[in-house]
C-alpha cells in the first residue's frame, strides 16, 4: 500500500489527556498537511509542512496543538489537555513540492473526548 | 467569507437518475486550482479531479463530467446514470496560487448523495 497512512484511526480519550496522531505521506512527497473535519463540515486546514519544515500555521491550531516533521518522512500531531470540542476526524494529506500538486489523503484519525 | 459554496446539503436520486452537485468559489487570484473529492462512510477523501484556472474545458471521464464556468465562478460536477456506489459525500476544494503558497486548500461543506436503488 503506497497511499498516505494514519495512526491510529480511532482514539477515544478523557478530557484533559494528551494524545498524539502520526501520520505516514507517500513516500516521494515532500508537502504534508494537516486538517481537521467535524461533522457536516468540510476538511479545514491546520498545519502543512515541506520537508521537515513547518511553513504555516492556521490559527486553528491553539498553543495545545504542535505538530511536527522531524526528518521530512512522517508526521505526528500532538494535543495538549483535551477538550470536547477537540472531538473531530484528524486528516492528513501529502502532496508534490511542483505547482498545485494534488493532495492525497490518508483515511483520518477520529478522535472522541469524552 | 466562505471561499467555496456547497448550496446542496443533502440529494436524494434513484438509481440511473443523472445528478449535478454545485460549486460556486470566490477567489481574488487569477491563477488557482479547483478539486473534487469523494468521502465515503470509511472516511477517506478520494480525489476525483484537478482543475486550473486557465483550463475552462468541460471534462468527461466515464459516468463524471465536470462544468467549469469561470463567468460564473462555478465548477458542477456531473454524475451520469447514478449507482448506489456513488452515495457519498462530495467536496469542492480551491486552491489559491498567488495569496496561498502554502496551497492549503478550502473545502466546501460538502453534498451528501444518496443514491436509492
Known amino acids: 500500500d503506497t497511499g498516505v497512512s494514519q495512526d491510529p484511526r480511532h482514539k477515544i480519550t478523557k478530557r484533559g489527556q494528551n494524545v498524539t496522531f502520526r501520520c505516514d505521506p507517500i513516500s516521494e512527497h515532500n508537502r504534508l498537511y494537516w486538517y481537521r473535519q467535524t461533522l457536516g463540515q468540510g476538511p479545514e486546514f491546520l498545519t502543512y509542512f515541506q520537508n521537515e519544515a513547518q511553513l504555516e500555521k492556521s490559527r486553528l491550531l491553539s498553543d495545545r496543538f504542535s505538530a511536527e516533521r522531524p526528518k521530512g518522512s512522517f508526521s505526528t500531531l500532538e494535543i495538549q489537555r483535551t477538550e470536547q470540542g477537540d472531538s473531530a476526524m484528524y486528516l492528513c494529506?501529502?502532496?508534490?513540492?511542483?505547482?498545485?500538486?494534488?493532495?492525497?489523503f490518508g483515511p483520518g484519525t477520529r478522535l472522541l473526548v469524552l | 467569507a466562505q471561499k467555496v459554496t456547497q448550496a446542496q446539503t443533502e440529494i436524494s436520486v434513484v438509481e440511473k437518475e443523472d445528478v449535478t452537485l454545485d460549486c460556486v468559489y470566490e477567489t481574488r487570484d487569477t491563477t488557482y486550482y479547483l478539486f473534487w473529492y469523494k468521502q465515503p462512510p470509511s472516511g477517506e477523501l478520494v480525489f476525483l479531479i484537478r482543475?486550473?484556472?486557465?483550463?475552462?474545458q468541460n471534462e468527461i471521464s466515464g459516468r463524471y463530467s465536470w462544468n467549469f464556468q469561470k463567468s460564473t465562478s462555478s465548477f458542477n460536477f456531473t454524475i451520469t446514470a447514478s449507482q448506489v456506489v456513488d452515495s457519498a459525500v462530495y467536496f469542492c476544494?480551491?486552491?489559491?496560487?498567488?495569496?496561498?503558497?502554502?496551497?492549503?486548500?478550502?473545502f466546501g461543506t460538502g453534498t451528501s448523495l444518496t443514491v436509492i436503488p
Open positions: 476544494a480551491l486552491s489559491e496560487a498567488v495569496t496561498n503558497t502554502g496551497n492549503q486548500f478550502y
Open positions: 494529506a501529502s502532496s508534490l513540492r511542483r505547482e498545485r500538486e494534488t493532495q492525497y
Open positions: 482543475r486550473n484556472s486557465f483550463d475552462e
